[in-house]
């Protein structure tokens, strides 16, 4: 029998109009837009279909609102195919808290809720650290890291082949920038991000975040969910909560999590929520398996179909 894994969409993914064709399409999709916009006492829907875009960009509002574009995609897959099943589920960064909701360990409301906190906490730190990131295209990960130590940056996100992330104060990110061209990079590309995302300049969130999923019951997950800390499933509630606070500060492991489903069996993924950043991540890991998402009513569509074919 196949297995499937869910792949679940990280920040950055965000743009206006997410959500829009299926918030046109379907009661089930307006209802849930509802919902969000009561649980978190603000118009989050308004936000993801008309903007504006420096609005939806705000890690307040993108952290919440790629949540609940995904999680509508994934409630639209459930209800097309009743007998969907799936095996396993990863999530980029943000995303995490989705593939653990979708696995049942933590409820969709709260998910919601601590997505949004975590948006808050992570912007505070943003705005009293002055930090970057860049992307490093077309540099192995050894010459990226010793790029970092030279630097003072830090790896964040190890995304694929050939596309790695550093983040750090603006400083070490120009220095990493001209030191990673310098050893043969294609490109060193500082991005337009508001801090310096998964380093130790996030650190200040840490004890927010941290006290605020200790209001969260989290539960066993209903099938594997792959740690982005340590590519590798995650174990007990307490282990969930510790991980989800370390992964703030930590390296993104998205390749070896990805290889690690790979080497299980793992054969179809399914990307859900805005975007296609993790099926082009997919191309540059492996070309074999098979990758769908579900980003849209027509992609939805086309998944339904490839899978009841």
Same mark, same amino acid.
């Given at each position: 029998?196949?297995? +499937? $894994? ?46 504006? @875009? ?66 808050? /906490?992570?912007?505070?730190?943003? @705005? ?6 860049? $992307? ?18 830090? !790896? ?46 996030? $650190? ?8 605020? !999923? ?5 539960? /066993? ?8 800390? +340590?590519?590798?499933?995650?174990? +007990? ?13 930590? =390296?993104? *492991?998205? @390749? ?6 790979? $080497? @299980?069996? /793992? ?11 993790? =099926? ?11 990758? *769908? ?17």
């Amino acid at each position: 029998m196949q297995k +499937t $894994a869910l792949l679940f969409a990280g920040q950055g993914a965000q743009t206006v109009g997410m959500g829009q064709s299926f918030f046109d399409s379907s009661a089930t999709a307006r209802a849930l837009f509802e919902k969000a916009n009561a649980l978190l006492e603000y118009n989050l829907t308004e936000i993801c279909l008309h903007g504006p @875009e420096g609005e939806l960009t705000k890690t307040e509002h993108a952290q919440p609102g790629i949540y609940l574009v995904s999680w509508v995609a994934f409630g639209l897959l459930k209800e097309a195919l009743p007998d969907f099943r799936f095996e396993a589920a990863a999530g980029l960064s943000l995303g995490e808290f989705t593939a653990l909701a979708a696995a049942g360990a933590i409820g969709f409301e709260d998910g919601l809720k601590v997505v949004r906190q975590r948006g808050i /906490f992570m912007q505070e730190a943003c @705005e009293s650290s002055q930090g970057g990131m860049a $992307a490093i295209i077309g540099l192995d990960e050894q010459p990226t890291r010793e790029v970092c130590q030279e630097s003072g940056a830090t !790896l964040a996100n190890l995304n694929c082949p050939g596309q790695i992330v550093i983040s750090g104060d603006k400083a070490s990110i120009r220095k990493a920038c001209e030191l990673a061209t310098a050893r043969g990079a294609r490109k060193a590309i500082p991005l337009n991000v508001a801090g310096a995302y998964h380093s130790p300049l996030m $650190a200040s969130a840490q004890p927010k975040l941290k006290a605020a !999923l200790a209001a969260v019951p989290i539960h /066993f997950p209903a099938v594997p969910v792959i740690s982005n800390v +340590t590519a590798k499933p995650h174990g +007990t509630p307490a282990e969930i909560h510790a991980k989800l606070v370390q992964q703030v500060t930590s =390296s993104v *492991l998205w @390749e070896t999590s990805v290889r690690y489903l790979i $080497a @299980e069996g /793992f054969t179809r993924f399914i990307e859900l929520g805005p975007g296609t950043a993790l =099926s082009g991540f997919m191309k540059r890991i492996d070309k074999q398996v098979q990758m *769908l998402n579900v980003n849209d009513a027509a992609t939805l569509q086309a998944t339904v179909e490839a899978i009841g074919s």
